[in-house]
């Protein structure tokens, strides 16, 4: 759940920012002991998946004795969420690091109950075939990261998730028992990770790139009840225009080959890509979208974006084609509650074909 990761990365950071002072308010290269504690998370969001989202988090943090306070703390963090169409989120979220930062290792264990909508697969589906269902889910993924170089970190990932589906109409696609994974079922993968970050800053960046590869593989042999291979690639770059305007591109492809269960298809839409569309408004083995973002003050604490974009899906890549594409667009505000460090409150109004949708939550979109 990537809004969780956000609301934990904002207090990662609040604890980097008040640790790097003393009383005094000069910085200080490291700590003389131990620095640990725990902070509550209040946690509030908005999209059109979950309508109004509520809860809160308790984070724990620490650093070895004579670390220094400049450096990022390893955290463990819990969340209980519950949100307007009656979902419960229950994740405990970890990031810890070793031998100076040169190894990193995320976690996350999350228990979910989750009503959901299906529309189809494939890239023309109507809206009209809207179905609901609800999924019970138990996750865990893993993240570990070697550094390599600035900005160039190397390692693996992994998943493990089961999942059990219920409340499904009786007279939807679910029932009909083509659907691959109607009866949900345990995947498990694991492959190489790679990133490479040169952006100033990771939640409202003005210059540098922001890239990623994986490659995971979920196969028998690890226990999946499904075998396939998800390549994930994004692109970003932030280019800065000047007196504090940005311009920010990104493209994101998804892509699927074996036979993968219909609720790990790629999927179009949601609160990063595709703003207007719900997220899963169409989905199939591929997915391929471009968009780009103007950011810019106004006035104060609050600044404007606009943004646009392009996304398809595809049953197989040879698909894909010009009239099959969709568009997104729309504008946004921000609201910077601490400008030294771009944290910010966005509000974002997205629109694409006969749909729409309203965002609220922290830090940018990409």
């Known amino acids: ?85 009656k979902q419960f989120i229950t994740q405990i979220s970890g990031e810890w690091y070793f031998q100076g930062g040169l190894w990193r290792v995320d976690g996350d264990f999350l228990f979910m109950r989750y009503p959901q909508k299906f529309f189809g697969i494939g890239n023309n589906t109507s809206a009209n075939m809207e179905e609901n269902y609800t999924s019970r889910i138990a996750r865990m993924e893993f993240k ?7 900005g160039l970190n190397v390692g693996l990932t992994g998943l493990f998730e089961n ?22 079922g345990t995947t498990v993968g694991i492959g190489p990770l790679m990133t490479f970050d040169t952006r100033d800053n990771v939640f409202a960046a003005e210059q540098g790139n922001y890239h990623l590869l994986s490659v995971v593989a979920f196969s028998g042999s690890l226990g999946s009840d499904y075998p396939y291979t998800k390549t994930v690639v994004n692109l970003r770059q932030y280019v800065p225009l000047g007196e504090g305007q940005v311009l920010a591109l990104q493209m994101y492809g998804s892509f699927l080959s074996g036979s993968p269960p219909f609720h790990k298809l790629a999927e179009l839409g949601g609160q990063e890509t595709m703003r207007g569309y719900f997220e899963g408004r169409f989905r199939d083995h591929h ?80």
């Not at 390893?74 to 307007?84: D, G, H, R």
């Not at 570990?144 to 600035?150: E, F, G, Q, V």
């Open 1 to 85: 759940m990537r809004i969780l990761t956000l609301f934990l990365y904002l207090f990662i950071l609040s604890v980097n920012v008040s640790s790097s002072f003393q009383e005094s308010g000069e910085a200080s290269d490291t700590t003389k002991a131990e620095a640990q504690g725990i902070l509550p998370i209040p946690i509030a969001y908005y999209t059109p998946e979950t309508g109004l989202a509520g809860g809160a988090g308790l984070l724990y943090f620490f650093r070895p004795e004579g670390t220094s306070a400049r450096i990022r703390p390893s955290t463990t963090a819990l969340f209980l969420i519950y949100t307007e169409k």
């Open 287 to 366: 997915y391929l979208t471009t968009q780009v973002e103007y950011r810019t003050p106004l006035f104060w604490r609050i600044g404007f974006v606009a943004f646009a974009g392009l996304g398809e899906v595809a049953h197989e890549i040879r698909q894909f084609n010009l009239p099959g594409i969709k568009p997104s667009y729309g504008v946004g505000f921000r609201y910077f509650f601490n400008i030294q460090e771009k944290l910010n409150l966005r509000v974002d109004f997205g629109f694409g074909n006969n749909s729409s949708g309203l965002y609220i939550g922290p830090a940018e979109a990409f």
């Open 163 to 184: 999942r059990e589906l219920s409340d499904i109409s009786p007279t939807g696609l679910l029932s009909g028992g083509t659907i691959l994974g109607r009866t949900g």
């Open 144 to 150: 570990a990261l070697r550094s390599l170089s600035p």
